[in-house]
């Protein structure tokens, strides 16, 4: 079953670009990853799939329902996560998430207290009293605690500390086995990397790319560091050289005998050839000059 479906989305502002026809699958039971720096279309794309906003042209679906017709119905089953969250002022946790609740007509009351044991979330304190990172926890468990089959997660980690982020995640596998398809949007590559089977990567508004993370991971180029005096003005095919502790550190997906030629030339005291991580794919994808989705 497609939990999220858009054909040709597109939102603009006036006449500035938010998302330009993009089409766009999430299946049942998939961890999917968003992917794109800030600016590039990903909240935009979730606040119309959510409804908040309303889109210029195209169409998105949600569990099979228009998301412009029926999305009060929609967000019954919807976990939504935004990536900065804001409350009333003077309530206590606990009362913040007993209003999320009641909202749906759900008693959240049992998955509430076991998410908020997890997250060390002291539910009697004021939202006001509260750090960033535990602001951002009670968010998590206002968007967990009905147990949606959807979870839209924007940016979802910012403000959580490494041992949170990774209990964070932990919450999000084991939803996921139970059978919650997650839309996860980031700039935090290796979170996408890790935790996702399949990913889109958005640039100005429009999909240049969208498989699975290990196919997205792949390409021709390798991951050059020389120790040692080159010169790589004539050779082709590097990409982002940097200099660092000594050694020539770029990306390269020219001709190997090129690159072996380069470095006969020069004065080399140790060589490694390594395969990129995502963050470089993604770095690749995203230049200017080259289209390569």
Same mark, same amino acid.
């Given at each position: 079953m497609e939990m999220i479906k858009t054909t040709k989305l597109t939102k603009y502002y006036?006449?500035?670009?938010?998302?330009?026809?993009?089409?766009?699958t999430v299946e049942q039971g998939e961890f999917f990853g968003f992917i794109g720096p800030? !600016?590039?279309?990903?909240?935009?794309?979730?606040? #119309?799939?959510? !409804?908040?906003?309303?889109? #210029?042209?195209?169409?998105?679906?949600?569990?099979?329902?228009?998301?412009?017709?029926?999305?009060?119905?929609?967000?019954?089953?919807?976990?939504?996560?935004?990536?900065?969250?804001?409350?009333?002022?003077?309530?206590?946790?606990?009362?913040?998430l007993k209003l999320s609740a009641d909202l749906r007509k759900t008693d959240c009351s049992a998955e509430s207290k076991q998410?908020?044991?997890?997250?060390?979330?002291?539910?009697s304190r004021k939202i006001d009293e509260l750090s960033f990172g535990n602001r951002k926890k009670v968010a998590i468990v206002c968007a967990l605690?009905?147990?949606?089959?959807?979870?839209?997660?924007?940016e979802p980690t910012g403000g959580l500390d490494p041992l949170m982020q990774k209990e964070f995640f932990d919450i999000l596998r084991e939803r996921n086995k139970d059978g919650a398809a997650i839309l996860l949007s980031s700039h935090?590559?290796?979170?996408?990397?890790?935790?996702?089977t399949r990913a889109a990567i958005i640039r100005d508004g429009r999909i240049i790319a969208c498989n699975s993370v290990d196919v997205l991971s792949q390409t021709s180029a390798k991951r050059i560091t020389v120790h040692?005096?080159?010169?790589?003005?004539?050779l082709d095919g590097v990409r982002g050289r940097k200099d660092q502790d000594g050694s020539v550190s770029f990306l390269?997906?020219?001709?190997?005998?090129?690159?072996?030629? #380069?470095?006969?030339?020069g004065q080399v005291n140790d060589l #490694?050839?390594?395969e990129p991580d995502l963050e470089e794919v993604f770095l690749h994808y995203y230049e200017k000059d080259g289209e390569t989705a």
């Open positions: 006036g006449k500035a670009r938010g998302i330009i026809d993009l089409d766009l800030n !600016g590039a279309g990903k909240s935009t794309t979730i606040r #119309t799939l959510l !409804g908040l906003i309303t889109p #210029t042209s195209g169409c998105a679906m949600i569990f099979g329902k228009d998301v412009t017709k029926e999305k009060e119905s929609i967000l019954q089953d919807v976990g939504y996560l935004p990536s900065e969250s804001l409350f009333y002022q003077g309530m206590k946790v606990k009362d913040i998410l908020c044991e997890r997250l060390q979330l002291d539910v605690q009905h147990r949606p089959n959807l979870l839209v997660l924007d935090v590559l290796s979170e996408i990397q890790r935790n996702c040692g005096i080159i010169d790589l003005e004539h390269y997906s020219g001709d190997m005998n090129s690159l072996l030629r #380069t470095l006969s030339s #490694t050839v390594t």
